[in-house]
């Protein structure tokens, strides 16, 4: 059974950084996409960045220029590294994996809270 374990949230101040994990345990392979997704209270969940097989990154225009989604593949984990703060980027942070194997899956990670103070 595939688990994808997500790490290095916490509460920083406005202007500081966080770097987020996310490592995947068990039989997966063929990881297609990772990717990061957020959901603030009241709100929907969105997409905040993406990594393909072949890294090529996409990133919500709220991020751009201040997070940076990296992979490891040998360690079927994900990156999120996350500077420049803003009270506004705080959610609970998601990881994302698709995997083609057999068919497509899709699994999620159970979620670690990002707050940043003002």
């Known amino acids: 059974q595939v688990q994808l374990v997500e790490s290095g949230g916490g509460l920083v101040q406005a202007g500081g950084s966080l770097r987020l994990s996310c490592a995947a345990s068990?039989?997966?392979?063929?990881?297609?996409?990772m990717a990061w997704y957020r959901q603030a209270p009241g709100k929907q969940r969105e997409l905040v960045a993406a990594i393909s097989s072949v890294d090529i990154t996409n990133y919500a225009d709220s991020v751009k220029g201040r997070f940076t989604i990296s992979r490891d593949n040998a360690k079927n984990t994900a990156y999120l590294q996350m500077n420049s703060l803003k009270p506004e980027d705080t959610a609970v942070y998601y990881c994302n994996f698709v995997a083609l194997y057999r068919g497509a899956s899709s699994y999620w990670g159970q979620g670690t809270q990002v707050t940043v103070s003002s």
């Open positions: 068990g039989s997966i392979r063929s990881i297609q996409t």
